[in-house]
């Protein structure tokens, strides 16, 4: 009897060094692995010096890989994709050793063709994006402070956001951010500030209307580990995420940002900071600052 105690107490201890040792707070995945998990999602692949991708391409999903030579040969092509991920302002293009990226979006023809708003209500969209880089140095500190900044702008602290949100060590760190669109839109229509501007330029039940008719998620997991940043984040609405849990299966992601619970206390404080400045912009307020200046046009 005490053998299989024995032995049952080894399986135990086993298994959760197991888990323990499997369960990484950030994604480290290297350009090639990321390319691997591209052709296992059955993307097509596209040079960064081609022209753009249309619709149909993201449709089907893509991704393109700058390696090294690429990156040797032709430097302005990272520092352009630095630019379009909004990355540039904190990571040196001279220091950028390998990159990728990956998007699919279905439905994307139909949401860019949007006319009408109270059209959303028939449009299914299901997609994601993804963004891989290893570096020549280490970017935990300078990369999370740049996190934390633009978190400011938008009137967020980190001290508001869990630690299933919000994370930085020496070694990693990481943002990470889910929006459940019907709890939000519910939010936004209990908000007096935003339905008096509705009311201004909208009519309310037409608006509150479409609110109750639109589902899905928005989220996002923005990740350092080291010099290995991986950027995941996805989009449905109106329909079942496939395909960003396909993402955060091939890439072997840390976790599925869609399964952060939404933090709503920073959401409310997004409506209302977005809500003040949408006023500002409207009263003239927001541009008062260019009275100042003389304009020979």
């Given at each position: 009897?005490?053998?299989?105690?024995?032995?049952?107490?080894?399986?135990?201890?086993?298994?959760l060094?197991?888990?323990?040792?499997?369960?990484?707070?950030t994604?480290?995945?290297?350009?090639?692995?990321?390319?691997?998990?591209?052709?296992?999602?059955?993307?097509?692949?596209?040079?960064f010096?081609?022209?753009?991708?249309?619709?149909?391409?993201?449709?089907?999903?893509?991704?393109?890989?700058?390696?090294?030579?690429?990156?040797?040969?032709?430097?302005?092509?990272?520092?352009?994709?630095?630019?379009?991920?909004?990355?540039?302002?904190?990571?040196?293009?001279?220091?950028?050793?390998?990159?990728?990226?990956?998007?699919?979006?279905i439905?994307?023809?139909?949401?860019?063709?949007?006319?009408?708003?109270?059209?959303?209500?028939?449009?299914?969209?299901?997609?994601?994006?993804?963004?891989?880089?290893?570096?020549?140095?280490?970017?935990?500190?300078?990369?999370?402070?740049?996190?934390?900044?633009?978190?400011?702008?938008?009137?967020?602290?980190?001290?508001?956001?869990?630690?299933?949100?919000?994370?930085?060590?020496?070694?990693?760190?990481?943002?990470?951010?889910?929006?459940?669109?019907?709890?939000?839109?519910?939010?936004?229509?209990?908000?007096?500030?935003?339905?008096?501007?509705?009311?201004?330029?909208?009519?309310?039940?037409?608006?509150?209307?479409?609110?109750?008719?639109l589902?899905?998620?928005?989220?996002?997991?923005?990740?350092?580990?080291?010099?290995?940043?991986?950027?995941?984040?996805?989009?449905?609405?109106n329909?079942?995420?496939?395909?960003?849990?396909?993402?955060?299966?091939?890439?072997?992601?840390?976790?599925?940002?869609?399964?952060?619970?939404?933090?709503?206390?920073?959401?409310?404080?997004?409506?209302?900071?977005?809500?003040?400045?949408?006023?500002?912009?409207?009263?003239?307020s927001?541009?008062?600052?260019?009275?100042?200046?003389?304009?020979?046009?």
């Amino acid at each position: 009897m005490k053998k299989v105690k024995a032995i049952a107490c080894v399986l135990m201890v086993t298994m959760l060094a197991g888990i323990f040792a499997g369960c990484s707070k950030t994604t480290k995945i290297s350009t090639e692995s990321f390319a691997k998990g591209c052709e296992k999602l059955k993307l097509e692949e596209f040079d960064f010096d081609d022209d753009e991708p249309d619709y149909d391409d993201i449709e089907d999903g893509i991704y393109a890989v700058a390696d090294e030579d690429m990156i040797e040969d032709e430097p302005e092509a990272v520092e352009s994709m630095l630019q379009e991920i909004g990355l540039d302002e904190v990571i040196d293009a001279d220091d950028v050793t390998s990159m990728a990226i990956a998007a699919k979006c279905i439905g994307i023809s139909d949401f860019a063709d949007l006319s009408d708003p109270e059209d959303l209500a028939d449009i299914q969209v299901d997609g994601a994006f993804a963004v891989q880089m290893t570096l020549a140095d280490d970017y935990v500190e300078d990369f999370m402070e740049y996190v934390e900044d633009m978190l400011d702008m938008a009137d967020i602290s980190s001290k508001d956001l869990t630690n299933k949100e919000f994370y930085v060590s020496k070694k990693d760190g990481y943002f990470r951010f889910h929006i459940d669109i019907a709890k939000f839109l519910k939010l936004v229509l209990e908000n007096e500030d935003v339905m008096d501007l509705v009311d201004s330029a909208y009519d309310s039940d037409d608006f509150e209307d479409l609110c109750n008719s639109l589902t899905g998620d928005v989220s996002v997991s923005i990740e350092i580990n080291g010099s290995n940043i991986f950027i995941i984040a996805g989009i449905n609405l109106n329909t079942k995420a496939t395909v960003l849990p396909s993402f955060t299966s091939a890439f072997g992601a840390a976790m599925n940002p869609m399964k952060v619970p939404m933090n709503q206390k920073v959401v409310e404080d997004g409506i209302e900071f977005a809500v003040d400045n949408a006023s500002s912009a409207m009263s003239g307020s927001y541009y008062d600052d260019f009275d100042d200046y003389d304009f020979d046009i």
